[in-house]
């Protein structure tokens, strides 16, 4: 993505979630939001423009170094291994694991699933789709017989 003259990241970015390099140094970006790396587990080094911090902030990055006109963010921190703020994210039942610089997602345990992984048990496919389906076919049906006197008197 150098040389682009980009001042924000164009919506495909997130497709390029399995880079391990990205230089978006020669694009006078503006700001990174922080979900724009959501995904990006791959990522070791990311070259920005010195006026932006490096995704996530310098304590998602072992090595961070200023140039002249970019910065360098290398080697991306697994954010579920910290001692600090995020340790507690993740609820019982589930599992930290790591989902780009500073972010990370919860997976949920064995049987269990739903909001904070609170629901044991699996998720109840019948029941949904049943519902759903005859939620569907009366709607449909309700529908069809409104239009129809509609389509007879054309």
């Keep these: 993505m150098g040389s682009c003259n980009r001042t924000s990241l164009c919506p495909g970015f997130q497709d390029a ?3 391990v390099v990205i230089d978006l140094t020669e694009n006078p970006l503006e700001k990174l939001p922080d979900a724009s790396f959501l995904g990006f587990t791959s990522l070791q080094s990311i070259a920005v423009p010195l006026a ?9 990055w072992e090595n961070i170094t200023a140039g002249t006109d970019s910065r360098i963010c290398q080697g991306q921190r697994n954010s579920c291994n910290s001692s600090g703020e995020l340790a507690w994210l ?5 599992q930290c694991a790591p989902n780009g610089p500073s972010l990370v997602q919860c997976l949920c345990w064995g049987p269990y699933h739903g909001y904070k992984c609170l629901r044991e048990g699996t998720f109840p496919m019948l029941l949904f789709y049943g519902v759903l389906g005859a939620v569907t076919a009366v709607l ?10 509609k389509a007879k008197a054309s």
């Design 17 to 19: 979630s399995t880079a």
């Design 52 to 60: 932006l911090d490096c995704p996530g902030g310098s304590a998602a």
């Design 90 to 94: 993740c609820p019982e039942n589930s």
């Design 140 to 149: 449909s049906l309700l529908l069809w017989g409104t239009q129809r006197g």
